[in-house]
């Protein structure tokens, strides 16, 4: 049983069916009256033709029509009143003579031999009605306005009429998506029957609702609010008695620092790693079964997504145990320190994120292919054809009388055309589209549920693909941290004093927001948007694909202000250190929250097949934490991989952070006002709250060593620091930190920064909290709950 998969196949197969239909019922909404004139014997083939639907049929009526039309009123005038009464009178005989079908208890399912031709959809009949009748009494003279119960009840009336008809004809009455759109009709056509009165009551009930709901609520609140600093001083008298006090000191205490430096940091690897062995052995045991037992492409379909979650949570476990082996010693590891490490590292997650990479490749050649195509035949083809068309229109203006009759002539032999040779076209053009597509992209007529065979399957599938994607932003991160170290370690990069002599010629240097690759010098167009992605062609066949990103991480932003201002600091070995340490960082807090969308999900596939629970539910489970965490984590993702550095989102303007210390007349002590945190990812609370959160932190480990610098401003922290962390914990080490000149805040995450640097990151964070600028931790109390079950 596959109901997912047949959902989402259900879903996908009926708005295949649906927009086209629309399209088709709108275009062709303008020619409908022909089909009156088919009925009455006259033009049959044309107006069967119109009849049948289509989208090239109906915008050739429709384009007819409308030069029919201007010829008409060209010829007799724009204030010609029996001209309006005879054009509306057709559409409005046309749409009553649809409504008998759609209103039929089965919706038109069964149509009798004979029967007058409806749309597709029955949503252009009711409208046929409506715009005729309103023509029609406009051209008599009639210009009572509608009731205002009438306003709101016809629209809700058509889409009652569209969704049914649609749901039982066109969908065939079965499946999620015809479900819901007769859920849907339903619900318009009590909201049509039902009087006002009946509406306008339901919402007082619903107001009153709320307002009970909250007058107890703020009781309760009231209650607790006056209740709570009497419990308050209970559990603190309690909690301050000698016997607590000791048991907590000498046992509970203890064990919690053992648990979350020795135990806690090594549970997800655990787990993944127990995920690598149960895909290991699942792939080797489904690959020796009888392959006679499902299709090649379920077949595939499953070994698939157990090769990529089982090699992706092994390197998961990797990084997870590198990163907790860096906790347990007491400091964080800095393993990209090691080359060897690092290349690894690289190769691995390159290895795991091929498939994304030939897709992104794959589709960067077919737009490169088809760029000149477009460009060179397709735009100006329909230019051409859009200056034909208004060509027709000023002739119809102009010459009606013969406007009018060649356009009539035009179309029989047009479609007259088509339906003889329509047959041999499609005879010599159909086996090439199939044979190109089936060769090109392997496309068959299989159904989602033949290629995934069941909901496990897809559920593997997806989970695969999230392990694919995270390990290629990882690689991508790696990339272009190793090719920044490696080139400053060979000599092949320009060194500090030479970069800054550059800038100095420049009238406007900047530098990447992400990695410091620079100097750029600011001039010309700001626009990094326009020829981004182009190909640029030259003669004799050369070229080459145009970036407007950075050459070294590829960091993108639509304009050039918003590069930061040049500095230079990360070309000094203590930003190279910073930009290494971020790196790594960066990919554990990624790797982290992908390793918690497989382990999760793998365990509910393998708990209900222990305890015999259908397939559906179990998948269903699975589903619903990949829902979640999918949106729960994209914007992190994109955060942390594009961090917001210098983006000032105040009043919808993006202004470079530059002096904000000075504007405010305050003294300059750890240049934060030269340099904004950067990759943060936001808060939903407001600034003054965060800060107060950050402020408030009293970690018990602070990983500040001699001559360790401010991950945003790159200053070094006074020697007193290093001290600091090694004696004091807690809030003594808060105290002695702020007490400092410039004063320094410990974040909870045992890193620190400035106290101006922190301001300044708590400026440009966003969405609902803020995180490290170094280690990427969620460093605010809004942001700790979701980032420990998510991300």
């Known amino acids: 049983m596959s109901f997912v998969v047949s959902t989402v196949e259900n879903l996908v197969s009926s708005l295949a069916k649906l927009v086209p239909a629309v399209l088709s019922d709108l275009l062709g909404m303008a020619a409908r009256p022909v089909v009156l004139l088919g009925q009455a014997g006259i033009a049959a083939d044309t107006a069967a033709s119109f009849a049948s639907g289509g989208i090239l049929t109906g915008l050739l009526g429709t384009i007819s029509a409308a030069l029919v039309g201007v010829g008409l009123f060209a010829l007799c005038g724009p204030k010609c009143t029996p001209l309006e009464f005879l054009v509306a009178a057709p559409y409005l005989a046309d749409g009553l003579a649809q409504l008998p079908q759609i209103l039929l208890p089965l919706g038109g399912a069964a149509v009798p031999l004979g029967a007058y031709p409806t749309c597709r959809t029955g949503a252009t009949a009711p409208l046929q009605i409506l715009l005729a009748t309103w023509a029609m009494l406009h051209a008599l003279g009639v210009h009572n306005s509608w009731p205002r119960w009438l306003t709101s009840r016809i629209p809700a009336a058509v889409a009652a009429l569209f969704l049914r008809f649609t749901a039982l004809r066109l969908l065939g009455g079965d499946g999620a998506a015809a479900v819901c759109l007769l859920a849907l009709a339903a619900t318009s056509a009590v909201y049509c029957v039902t009087p006002r009165a009946l509406w306008e009551a339901l919402g007082r009930l619903v107001r009153r609702a709320f307002e009970?709901?909250?007058?107890?609520?703020?009781?309760?609140?009231?209650?607790?609010?006056?209740?709570?600093?009497?419990?308050?001083?209970?559990?603190?008298?309690?909690?301050?008695?000698?016997?607590?006090?000791?048991?907590?000191?000498?046992?509970?205490?203890?064990?919690?620092?053992?648990?979350?430096?020795?135990?806690?940091?090594?549970?997800l690897p655990s787990c993944t790693a127990g995920v690598a062995l149960s895909c290991g052995l699942g792939f080797a045991s489904f690959a020796a079964a009888d392959p006679s037992l499902c299709s090649a492409t379920s077949r595939g379909a499953h070994l698939g997504g157990l090769a990529f979650c089982g090699v992706g949570a092994a390197l998961s476990s990797l990084v997870l145990a590198t990163r907790a082996a860096g906790l347990t010693i007491g400091a964080p590891a800095d393993p990209l320190r090691s080359p060897l490490f690092a290349i690894a590292l690289a190769a691995l997650s390159r290895g795991l994120a091929a498939p994304w990479s030939a897709a992104r490749f794959a589709w960067r050649q077919l737009m490169r292919a088809l760029r000149p195509v477009l460009e060179h035949l397709v735009w100006p083809l329909l230019r051409r054809l859009c200056e034909a068309i208004g060509q027709l229109f000023r002739l119809a203006v102009e010459l009606p009388l013969l406007s009018i009759p060649l356009t009539v002539a035009s179309n029989v032999l047009l479609l007259k055309l088509a339906r003889e040779h329509s047959g041999w076209i499609y005879a010599r053009a159909a086996p090439a589209g199939h044979s190109l597509l089936g060769q090109l992209l392997g496309l068959h007529a299989v159904s989602l549920r033949e290629a995934v065979g069941s909901d496990a399957a897809f559920a593997l599938l997806l989970m695969g693909s999230l392990q694919?994607?995270?390990?290629?932003?990882?690689?991508?991160?790696?990339?272009?941290?190793?090719?920044?170290?490696?080139?400053?370690?060979?000599?092949?990069?320009?060194?500090?004093?030479?970069?800054?002599?550059?800038?100095?010629?420049m009238s406007d240097p900047r530098q990447c927001g992400r990695c410091g690759f620079g100097p750029v010098d600011h001039r010309g167009c700001d626009s990094l948007r326009t020829h981004h992605g182009e190909v640029a062609t030259a003669r004799g066949g050369g070229g080459g694909h145009i970036s407007n990103a950075c050459p070294r991480c590829g960091w993108f932003t639509p304009s050039l202000r918003e590069w930061p201002a040049w500095d230079g600091l990360y070309q000094t070995e203590e930003g190279r250190g910073v930009l290494r340490r971020r790196a790594w960082s960066e990919a554990a807090v990624l790797v982290r929250a992908s390793s918690k969308a497989l382990v999760v999900p793998y365990a509910a596939l393998q708990f209900g097949a222990k305890l015999g629970l259908p397939a559906a539910l179990s998948s269903a489970l699975a589903f619903t934490y990949l829902l979640p965490w999918m949106f729960e984590n994209l914007k992190s993702f994109s955060a942390l991989v594009d961090p917001p550095t210098y983006r000032e989102r105040w009043g919808g303007r993006l202004r470079r952070r530059q002096g904000a210390a000075a504007v405010e007349g305050e003294d300059d002590h750890c240049a934060a006002s030269r340099r904004a945190a950067s990759s943060l990812a936001g808060a939903a609370i407001e600034p003054d709250e965060a800060l107060a959160n950050i402020l408030g932190a009293a970690p018990e480990r602070l990983f500040i060593s001699a001559g360790e610098v401010c991950p945003v401003c790159l200053d070094a922290f006074p020697d007193e620091c290093a001290t600091i962390a090694a004696s004091h914990s807690g809030a003594e080490a808060a105290h002695a930190l702020a007490a400092l000149d410039p004063a320094v805040v410990g974040l909870r995450c045992g890193h620190a920064l400035h106290v101006e640097c922190a301001e300044a990151a708590v400026r440009v964070a966003e969405l609902r909290h803020v995180r490290c600028p170094l280690c990427r931790e969620p460093v605010t109390l809004a942001g700790s709950a979701s980032a420990r079950a998510f991300s």
């Not at 603190?236 to 806690?264: I, M, N, S």
């Not at 991160?477 to 400053?488: C, P, T, W």
């Open 468 to 505: 694919v994607g995270t390990f290629f932003v990882v690689h991508s991160s790696l990339r272009a941290v190793r090719q920044a170290l490696r080139r400053a370690s060979t000599g092949a990069e320009l060194s500090a004093a030479e970069l800054q002599g550059i800038a100095a010629a």
């Open 212 to 267: 009970a709901a909250r007058a107890l609520l703020s009781s309760a609140y009231l209650v607790l609010e006056r209740l709570l600093p009497h419990v308050r001083a209970a559990a603190v008298w309690l909690l301050t008695r000698p016997p607590l006090v000791a048991l907590y000191e000498h046992a509970l205490k203890p064990l919690a620092q053992l648990l979350d430096r020795r135990v806690l940091p090594w549970l």
